[in-house]
């Protein structure tokens, strides 16, 4: 990761008749405030959480980074999607938060905030940015990170 971080286009998908840009961005991104609004949107202002408990069902709405990646996926401005990365070497504070102390002994990948809007659900988009998740982990080498991938998802 250079002193910019990460913003890494990974693809375009046609889902529901729009074009649908994937990428993947670092904690210290801009681009992140796209997560953090549509992280509100469905936890906050649709699932009708109050914003604390919000923040506890997301795991945080605003993070400070820790090393960990986000996949986004966006549809010109507005990101519909969103599927979160961390790694026990690089984000020690995520595991905290998870169930990765259940296995102390291997070396574990999480992936949480699997989060996509109203319009984009019952779509492929999903597994679009599970298959981008596991793509760019592979050609970045990041899957010899962990051994094991759990997945953390409300």
């Known amino acids: 990761m250079n002193d910019q971080g990460v913003c ?70 507005r990101c519909v999607g969103t599927l979160r990365m961390s790694y026990r070497q690089r984000s020690p504070e995520e595991f905290e938060l998870s169930f990765a102390h259940l296995l102390p002994d291997r070396a574990c990948g999480v992936l949480s905030k699997l989060v996509v809007s109203r319009p984009f659900r019952r779509t492929l988009l999903s597994m679009h940015l599970l298959i981008a998740c596991f793509d760019y982990n592979a050609a970045s080498g990041n899957d010899r990170l962990y051994d094991t991938i759990l997945m953390s998802c409300t």
């Open 8 to 77: 890494v286009v990974l693809g375009e998908a046609r889902i529901n008749g729009e074009t649908v840009t994937l990428r993947v961005v670092s904690d210290d991104r801009p681009e992140m405030e796209l997560a953090y609004r549509l992280w509100h949107e469905v936890y906050v202002a649709e699932l009708g959480m109050p914003a604390d408990a919000a923040t506890r069902a997301a795991g945080a709405l605003r993070l400070p980074p820790n090393g960990s990646l986000t996949l986004l996926a966006c549809v010109g401005d």
